[in-house]
C-alpha cells in the first residue's frame, strides 16, 4: 500500500484521537473498495500480464503527467503546503486503481527499472 513508502518517523497520526493507523486504513480500504466497483467495467486483469511486444531497447519514459506529479513530489519540502496536499491526493487515488501495473509502478518498492527511470519509491527516497 501507499503507507509502506512512508517512513515509520513520518506516521505520526498515533498521537491524534480517531486519526490513527487503524482508521486509516479502514478508510483507505473502504476507497479501494469504491474504486473496485467504479473500474469494474473497464474488465482490467488481476495481474500483470506479460508484454510480448515490448522493446526493451526503448528508453522508458512515465507520461508527462506521471513525470510532473513525480517532480512535484520530490519538491515537497521546498512547496506550499495546498500544492503538497493536492500531489499526495492525486498520488493515493492513482494508487487506490485496481490495475496491476498501476499498482506494481506506483507501490512496488523492489520493481526493476532501468538506469534513470523514476518510480514513486524512488522519488520518496531522495527526498
Known sequence: SFLCLVPDEAKSSYHVEG????T??????RQFRDYCVICLRWEWP??????EKCNL???????????VLFERMGRILDQPYDVNLQVTSVLSKL???PHPH???YLLDPYINLASGCKSLFSVIVRV
Open 95 to 97: 494508487s487506490l486503481f
Open 24 to 29: 486509516y486504513l479502514r478508510d483507505a480500504h
Open 46 to 51: 488481476g495481474s500483470p500480464r506479460s508484454l
Open 102 to 104: 498501476i499498482h506494481e
Open 19 to 22: 486519526t490513527g493507523y487503524d
Open 57 to 67: 531497447e526503448a528508453s522508458f519514459f512515465e507520461g508527462h503527467f506521471l513525470k
